[in-house]
């Protein structure tokens, strides 16, 4: 497992962006999956984006996809979410999850909190 640890979230106005970070401990990080989840009051946690372990391939929930851009910096051990174009509905806490190869995600982060104002 990794250790991981979210930031960038805040308030935002309804059209507005934000750029969440996840970054991870150890020398591993190349050999994880990512992933963003998202868990708003009262509702499941839902997946948002995820990406393979090289950054070449990339994985969107529907209502995420052409507004949210999941990318990685493997010699920095972090993970990105731009998120632009926010809507009231994105208001949830985001969090970071890393799944070793062909397995599922076990290890998370505490969430970072995105509120978005209509």
């Known amino acids: 497992q990794v250790q991981l640890v979210e930031s960038g979230g805040g308030l935002v106005q309804a059209g507005g962006s934000l750029r969440l970070s996840c970054a991870a401990s150890?020398?591993?990080?190349?050999?994880?999956?990512m992933g963003w989840f998202r868990q708003a009051p009262g509702k499941e946690r839902e997946f948002v984006a995820a990406?393979?372990?090289?950054?070449?391939?990339?994985y969107y929930d529907d209502s995420v996809k052409g507004r949210f851009t999941i990318s990685r910096d493997n010699a920095k051990n972090t993970v990105y979410l731009q998120m632009n174009s926010l809507k009231p509905e994105d208001t949830a806490v985001y969090y970071c999850?890393?799944?070793?190869?062909?397995?599922?995600?076990?290890?998370w982060g505490q969430g970072t909190q995105v509120t978005v104002s209509s």
């Open positions: 150890g020398r591993t990080f190349g050999s994880y999956a």
């Open positions: 990406i393979s372990r090289s950054g070449g391939s990339t």
């Open positions: 999850a890393a799944r070793p190869s062909d397995r599922p995600y076990d290890s």
